[in-house]
C-alpha cells in the first residue's frame, strides 16, 4: 500500500518566486491536512479538508498561502509569492474518519533564498 | 498556542531501560495520539487513546491517560537505539480532528 505520497521531496527558490506542493492521500482517506514544521514554532496545521472541502484554515499564515483540493486523491499548497521566513518542511497527512490516527507523508523541504 | 506540551525536552538513556515521556494539555479532548519522528522524515503513529480510557498497551508502548489531570504519558519499555526518535504528543482540542502537536521529546537511546 502505497504512503502519502509529496512532491517535491526538496526545494530550493528564490524570494518572489512562486512555490507549489504537492500531496496525494492515501486512497480512501476523506480528511487531508496540510502542516508546516519550523524549529521556532514547532509542526503547525495550516489546514485541512473534509471530502475535498476546505474546513478550518485559520493556520494559513497569511494571503500568500492558499490550498486547494479537486479531488479526493490530490491536493496543493501553493505560497505566492515566497518569502525567507516560509523556509519548513512542510507535512501532508490524511486520514478517515473522524477522529482517527492521520498518516503523514515524508514532507517537503523548502528554503527560500 | 500549543495544546500538548510534552516532558522532558530530551531524554538519554542506556538501551536496554524504559523510557516515560510525559505530556500535558489545556482543554478537554475526544482523545490524544502520541507520534514518532526520525530525523528528517515524517511522522508515524504510535497510539491512540480516547477519552474514555485510561490505559493502552502496543507491544513495547504503554500509554496513560488521566483526563482530571489532563495529562498523559507514554512509557517505552526495554529501548532499543533504533527508538532514537523525537516522540510527540497531539490532542484535538475537542475539535475533532484538528490535532495540535506539542513540542516533542527527544530521546536518544545508547548502545
Known amino acids: 500500500d502505497a504512503g502519502v505520497i509529496q512532491s517535491p521531496r526538496h526545494e530550493v527558490t528564490e524570494m518572489g518566486q512562486e512555490v507549489t506542493l504537492r500531496c496525494k492521500p492515501i486512497?480512501?482517506?476523506?480528511?487531508l491536512f496540510w502542516y508546516r514544521q519550523t524549529m521556532m514554532r514547532g509542526l503547525e496545521l495550516l489546514i485541512y479538508?473534509?471530502?475535498?472541502?476546505?474546513?478550518?484554515d485559520s493556520g494559513m499564515p497569511e494571503d500568500r498561502f492558499s490550498a486547494k483540493m479537486p479531488n479526493a486523491s490530490f491536493s496543493t499548497l501553493k505560497i505566492q509569492p515566497s518569502e525567507p521566513r516560509d523556509s519548513a518542511v512542510y507535512f501532508c497527512?490524511?486520514?478517515?474518519?473522524?477522529?482517527?490516527?492521520?498518516?503523514f507523508g515524508p514532507g517537503t523541504r523548502l528554503t527560500v533564498l | 498556542s500549543q495544546q500538548g506540551e510534552e516532558d522532558p525536552q530530551a531524554l538519554s538513556i542506556q538501551e536496554g531501560e524504559n523510557a516515560t515521556m510525559n505530556c500535558s494539555y489545556k482543554?478537554?479532548?475526544?482523545?490524544l495520539q502520541w507520534y514518532r519522528q526520525n530525523s528528517g522524515r515524517g511522522l508515524v503513529h504510535l497510539i491512540l487513546?480516547?477519552?474514555?480510557?485510561r490505559e493502552k498497551h502496543s507491544g513495547r508502548l504503554r500509554v496513560t491517560l488521566d483526563t482530571s489531570k489532563k495529562s498523559s504519558s507514554l512509557l517505552i519499555t526495554a529501548s532499543r537505539a533504533a527508538d532514537t526518535a523525537s516522540y510527540f504528543c497531539?490532542?484535538?482540542?475537542?475539535?475533532?480532528?484538528?490535532?495540535?502537536f506539542g513540542a516533542g521529546t527527544i530521546l536518544r537511546v545508547k548502545s
Open positions: 479538508f473534509n471530502n475535498n472541502v476546505p474546513i478550518d
Open positions: 486512497s480512501g482517506h476523506d480528511y
Open positions: 497531539a490532542t484535538d482540542g475537542g475539535y475533532g480532528n484538528k490535532l495540535v
Open positions: 497527512a490524511s486520514s478517515f474518519g473522524d477522529y482517527n490516527e492521520q498518516f
Open positions: 487513546i480516547r477519552s474514555n480510557e
Open positions: 482543554t478537554s479532548i475526544n482523545n
